[in-house]
């Protein structure tokens, strides 16, 4: 048995500059553009072990465990995510659906600006709803490459684009996640995420335009990312308030792409916006090839049908695969727990970030038919069936892809090592009480707590559960709502999804763009706090000076 130790310095401030070690090498060593990705993982999981067995005292058998555990979670579930979705994107390229797609969407609009705000937030926040985990940002960026935008605007702006709808991703988990560690309502909880996050949900689109085209570019198009934002924020607040928490991004998003398509029907742009390339330095433009010349006439209703088949099948699967009570029926055909010996429940939280003495669990669930990934791969071998595809060849564009994605693999299971040691060391607790301590002014930096979280960790849920606890054992003795700051942990932590290493690894092997994590993370790194730093202040307002807004009346 080992106790979680969160001030083994002796000093709050050297612990926290301690704890905060592996991170910031790794995002730096990213940032600099001089370190690979993977070796940037490597270094700062070699750097976490070191710090958590000679300043935590964790015991060190406990620490390498917790990084063999934390590689294998890396590639399932999040790698098997990325490797399917790339496999999908692979086998309608080399029929040339893509193709047909581009036109179909060509059909709606040419406008790159109004390509955004279908793709990269409406079609997006669906695949958050419907199964999270990386998938939305692995499918529109690869979709956006696949129409000409260049790596950085196609990597980037998906990012960007997917932060309004994470608190409610994969069916609400983590709403649930975070119930689970606080004890309180789902319901409760999710309705007042649902009083923060439709402010950004209407802020976003017009974010992610002025970021692309500049703001005279985001000026030109207003009325059709107020009529997206509006037509997705207003949803996201009934639904969350009235409904519940599980189908929250399912149906605004349906909402915001119905609303967009058919506004465009009726309204277009009195000038055309066709630059692929971010308004200003884009340094990802030099790569890209020159386009092809893309064939305008009109499509037929069979080649439409036919360039949408594969994502709606796609769309389909994740519906099923995403609801519990399919989970259920999977799971009861096989699973697999492997409670991690000499790690699971020997690790106890302790006040003051659990209420009480917890033991932490350490399960490598191997549930791989419910698995995201899994209704990927089944969605990718339909669509190829039905597209002519022998087997033989599919056998080979998967060996294909298991080469071009392997180093991102690597990558992404590395990162997922630190953030499971930092977790179960403390380390990441030790941070988040630097947070706790800034009194009148936590409801700010609580929510700058989440931000943490999702950075740290690469998951809204796990943010949820590595933080929830804290969030409202200090807002109990610090007089404010426990619920107001729970819900601010998930909403704050909506903003950093878009600079975890892990994510930004996705959307880099999403737009094959290989090496260049570096420029990505530089570009997005700003917006990223400056939003989250924005819900900090919407948080600080409900606290203390328009308190009606945090009741939830249930």
């Not at 009083?195 to 009325?223: C, D, E, K, N, T």
């Not at 499971?420 to 800034?438: C, H, K």
């Amino acid at each position: 048995m080992w106790n979680q130790i969160y001030d083994p310095l002796g000093s709050a401030t050297l612990s926290t500059l301690a704890a905060a070690i592996p991170v910031v090498t790794l995002l730096v060593l990213i940032a600099s553009g001089k370190v690979k990705a993977h070796l940037a993982a490597i270094i700062a999981l070699i750097l976490a072990n070191l710090i958590a067995i000679f300043v935590f005292t964790m015991p060190a058998n406990m620490s390498v465990r917790a990084s063999l555990l934390g590689v294998v979670t890396g590639f399932f579930p999040i790698g098997w995510i990325v490797l399917n979705v790339i496999f999908l994107y692979r086998i309608t390229v080399e029929t040339g659906r893509f193709e047909l797609l581009q036109r179909a969407i060509g059909g709606v609009t040419t406008d790159r600006r109004l390509q955004l705000l279908l793709i990269a937030f409406a079609f997006g926040a669906f695949f958050e709803g419907a199964s999270g985990f990386g998938t939305p940002v692995a499918i529109t960026a690869a979709i956006l490459i696949g129409l000409g935008f260049s790596p950085l605007a196609a990597s980037g702006l998906s990012l960007i684009a997917n932060t309004a709808p994470v608190a409610y991703g994969a069916l609400g988990t983590p709403i649930q996640g975070l119930a689970s560690v606080t004890g309180l309502d789902p319901y409760t909880l999710g309705a007042m995420v649902g009083r923060q996050l439709p402010f950004f949900s209407l802020l976003v689109p017009f974010w992610l335009i002025w970021a692309f085209a500049g703001f005279r570019g985001m000026i030109q198009i207003w009325p059709a990312i107020l009529v997206t934002g509006v037509g997705f924020a207003v949803p996201q607040f009934v639904i969350s308030n009235y409904i519940n928490p599980w189908i929250v991004d399912i149906g605004a998003s349906l909402i915001s792409m119905g609303c967009l398509i058919l506004f465009l029907k009726v309204w277009q742009p009195k000038e055309l916006w066709l630059s692929p390339k971010l308004r200003g330095n884009d340094e990802s433009a030099a790569t890209m090839k020159p386009p092809k010349p893309m064939d305008t006439a009109k499509l037929s209703q069979a080649q439409l049908w036919g360039a949408l088949l594969p994502w709606i099948i796609v769309c389909l699967v994740m519906l099923i695969w995403g609801t519990g009570l399919f989970k259920s029926w999977a799971n009861s055909i096989f699973i697999w727990n492997y409670p991690v010996p000499e790690l699971d429940k020997m690790i106890y939280k302790v006040p003051p970030v659990a209420a009480k003495p917890t033991p932490e669990g350490a399960v490598f669930s191997f549930t791989y038919l419910s698995f995201t990934g899994t209704g990927m791969l089944l969605a990718a071998l339909i669509s190829g069936v039905l597209m002519g595809i022998s087997p033989a060849k599919m056998v080979v564009e998967y060996g294909r892809t298991i080469r071009l994605c392997a180093i991102s693999l690597i990558t992404i299971s590395a990162m997922l090592a630190i953030g499971t040691l930092t977790r179960l060391s403390g380390v990441d607790a030790t941070l988040g009480l630097a947070f706790a301590a800034t009194g009148v002014l936590y409801p700010f930096f609580g929510t700058l707590l989440g931000w943490l979280g999702v950075a740290l960790t690469g998951s809204d849920t796990a943010s949820n559960v590595l933080f929830g606890n804290l969030q409202k054992i200090t807002s109990e003795q610090l007089g404010l709502s426990p619920i107001l700051m729970s819900a601010a942990n998930s909403s704050g932590g909506v903003m950093g999804k878009m600079i975890d290493a892990q994510s930004i690894v996705v959307a880099s092997t999403a737009t094959n763009w290989y090496g260049h994590e570096g420029s990505i993370l530089r570009y997005v790194f700003l917006h990223s706090i400056t939003l989250a730093c924005l819900v900090g202040v919407l948080v600080m307002l409900q606290a203390y000076v328009y308190p009606f807004t945090a009741m939830v009346l249930k």
